[in-house]
Structures are given as C-alpha cells and as structure tokens.
C-alpha cells in the first residue's frame, strides 16, 4: 500500500510544478545562504588562528561551502525539471531521471542535516585547538624580536582587550612564564639575579600580567604586579578584594564567542534542512503523480501521487534484498571467472603448425 497517497487532477499538478519552482529557486538563494555562512566561519577561525592549534577546526565551514555549492547546481536543475513537468511531452525527457535526482537530492539533504548537527558537535574540537593554541602563544609573548613569534605580543594584547579576558583559563597563567623579555631585564639589579637563581629553570617569573590584562572599568588604577602581595599595595587584600584586572580565561571567552556563532548558524542551516526536505517531498510528489499520467496515457486524467509505493517496512525489505543480491551477483561472477574454460588456458607452442612431434607419422 503506497504511504501518504495524495489525488491530482491536472490543475494541481500544474499548479505543485509551477510553486517547486519558484521554491527551488529560493533554494538556490539557500544554496547562497549556506555558503555564505561556511564563509564567514572560516574567516573568524582565520582571524584567529596564531592563538589556535592546527586540526580539524575547519572541517565545518569547509562542508557549509561544499553543500553551498551543491545546493545551487542541484537546485538550478530541479527548477528546470519542475517547469518541464507541467508539460507531458517534456516530462518524458526527465521520466528516467527524476528518480535518481531524488535519490541523490536526498542524500544531499542528509548531508546538510550532517553540517547543522557539526555546527553544535565541534565545541570539544574547538576547545582543545584553543586550549594548545593559547599556551604557545602565551609561551611566546615575550619573543618580539624572534622572526615567527614577533606578532605575538600585539595578537595577545589585542585579544585580552577585545575580549576582557587574561591568560589561558585565568590571570594566574602568567605567574606560570617568564613573559618579559631578557633584553629589558637589568641584569645589574640583585632582586632580577635573585628571581632568576630562585627558579630551577633561570626564568623570570613575577606575580604580575601584561598591562592588556587591566579592567579600565575599575576605579582603582591597574594592578599589574605583585598582585598576590598585600604589603606592596595600599589598603588591598587579593583574597578578598576584586582585582582590577579580567579574571575570565581567553579560552573560556574565545570559546563563548565560538559558540554563539556555531549555535546561530546551526540554527539557520537546520532551518534550511526543513525546507529542502519539504521541497524534495514535493518533488517525489509531482514524479509519482506524473509518472502514472503517462502509464494512464491521458495527460487530463486525475493520478496520484506518493512518498512511497509501498509501506516503510516493504520498501526496507526490497532496497535490502537488492543490496543483498548485489553481494551475491558480484561473488557468483569471482567464481565464474575462476571456473571459466576459457579463462587463462595455458596453450603449448609447438612450432609452426602446432602439432606435437609425437603425433608426426614417420616412414616405415
């Protein structure tokens, strides 16, 4: 029994061919949509890619680009076919095609639906790359005078005060480097040789963060150094007194950035997925309707139209059974190949005519 059987008299046939399309062109403008978000994903990674580790980050705007483009070619083609299908005659040229179109429309569909789902997935990915990233970056704030991380200080710099952010996961990141440069360190003073002495591996390591680190909203001016030392500062406790510098981690304000973004567009792209499947529903419609005018033979006749020729569990079965006899078709042909008499038969050659020596007669 066909599922979701619908009744067409000649009228709604034209009228389904003519709205599909008019609907697979807006898919195209879909098509457009989705590229454009990949796009704009791929530049705000590209923003920041010196403070994110190299993997599979990319993988998302990389496949909203692809089903973009995909989107407009299957979508351009689809138009064509709807406008042809309300003509009988011009139907005829697409009959064998149409059922493949949307075998290979649906998996397209499928893939988008892949895409949204990426969108919310990648978080984990995301975090790693930025949690690696950060802490080279970090590592090398101070090396402006190195070729390869010079840019590094201003990247960082920039960041914590786009973002109001400080260090990797905090501010105490900084308490764990040595982020000043040995070319601005007075190796005369005894309290640099004594740091430098104290630390197992010479580095230069303060209770202090970069001044890009400073909450200008605090009416307090910046605390930058000695942060953990009460005694260095007038009337200030660091265990109970809010610091006047960000306490949120890049990667935590990086990643909530992310996030939003990611979200809004795995929304749009969902959305989008809603409305090819409804498109494509239309389209099997307006084949199955069409394809039994043409059995009918009368093109003013009624016919209908459905999603399926038989039930789910039905067409389960027969698309199995074909995959299944498919695995048999291809081992039965191995077998005959090897069994063949006429396959690799070893011929001796005996000369020029062939004939054994054994079977020449000789005279008496």
């Excluded at 791929?42 to 705007?61: D, L, Q």
């Excluded at 307006?286 to 005018?293: D, E, F, G, S």
């Amino acid at each position: 029994m066909a599922v979701l059987k619908v009744k067409f008299t000649k009228t709604k046939r034209d009228k389904l061919a003519q709205i599909l399309w008019i609907l697979n062109w807006v898919s195209v403008a879909t098509g457009v949509i989705l590229f454009s978000l990949g796009l704009f994903l791929k530049i705000e990674i590209k923003k920041r890619s010196e403070v994110m580790a190299k993997g599979e980050i990319n993988s998302v705007p990389n496949m909203l680009i692809s089903v973009g483009v995909i989107a407009c070619i299957i979508n351009f083609l689809g138009g064509k076919i709807c406008y042809d299908c309300s003509d009988t005659t011009k139907f005829s040229r697409w009959r064998l095609v149409m059922l493949p179109y949307i075998v290979c429309t649906f998996c397209f569909t499928f893939c988008i639906l892949v895409g949204a789902l990426m969108c919310y997935t990648m978080r984990n990915e995301l975090e790693e790359s930025l949690y690696l990233g950060l802490r080279d970056a970090i590592k090398f704030y101070k090396d402006t005078d190195i070729p390869g991380r010079c840019f590094l200080k201003k990247t960082i710099d920039l960041l914590q005060i786009g973002f109001q952010c400080c260090g990797n996961n905090g501010f105490r990141d900084w308490f764990e480097i040595q982020w000043i440069s040995v070319r601005y360190l007075n190796m005369a003073s005894k309290e640099v040789l004594d740091r430098l002495k104290s630390n197992v591996d010479g580095k230069f390591l303060v209770d202090g963060v970069p001044f890009s680190c400073c909450n200008p909203n605090s009416p307090r001016p910046c605390i930058q150094y000695h942060l953990t030392n009460n005694t260095a500062h007038y009337n200030y406790d660091f265990l109970m007194e809010e610091l006047n510098i960000w306490m949120k981690g890049c990667r935590q304000a990086l990643l909530d950035y992310y996030t939003d973004i990611m979200r809004s567009i795995g929304l749009t792209v969902f959305i989008i997925w809603l409305f090819e499947i409804s498109v494509l529903i239309g389209v099997r419609y307006l084949q199955t309707a069409m394809k039994n005018v043409l059995l009918l033979g009368d093109p003013e006749c009624e016919s209908d139209g459905w999603l399926l020729e038989n039930s789910f569990v039905e067409t389960a079965k027969y698309n199995f059974s074909i995959i299944k006899n498919l695995g048999k078709a291809s081992q039965i042909s191995t077998v005959s190949e090897m069994n063949d008499p006429n396959m690799d038969v070893q011929t001796a050659n005996y000369g020029p005519d062939n004939v054994p020596s054994k079977s020449i007669p000789t005279a008496s």
